[in-house]
């Protein structure tokens, strides 16, 4: 499995943008699924978007339009562009690199929406 570590966020105010990175410690290329999830106060764990390999990218449809997930198997990297924020985005987010219940998870990092 990858150690993953999450970076970039912060508190922004709604409207903003932030970018979010995931560094992991090893070959990303032959993981089939790469994602970001978020967990707000008092809520469960869920998906935003995902990145399989081969191209296909996943939203949820509360961040459809306005979050892009990228990619990079070269640098092992994987991104969350996060545009017109909201304040219901406010949570932890997690990269999780594998999907499954046997999946590797970073140790999340904040983002605020608050004016």
């Known amino acids: 499995q990858v150690q993953l570590v999450e970076s970039g966020g912060g508190l922004v105010q709604p409207g903003g943008s932030l970018t979010l990175s995931c560094a992991a410690s090893g070959s990303i290329f032959n993981i089939y699924s790469m994602g970001w999830y978020r967990q707000a106060p008092g809520k469960q764990r869920e998906l935003v978007a995902t990145?399989?390999?081969?191209?296909?990218?996943y939203y949820a449809d509360s961040v459809k339009g306005r979050f892009i997930i990228s990619r990079d198997n070269a640098k092992n990297t994987l991104a969350l562009q996060m545009n017109s924020l909201k304040p219901e985005d406010t949570a932890v987010y997690y990269c999780n690199a594998g999907g499954g219940p046997n999946s590797s998870w970073g140790q999340g990092t904040q983002v605020t929406v608050s004016s």
């Open positions: 990145s399989i390999s081969g191209g296909t990218k």
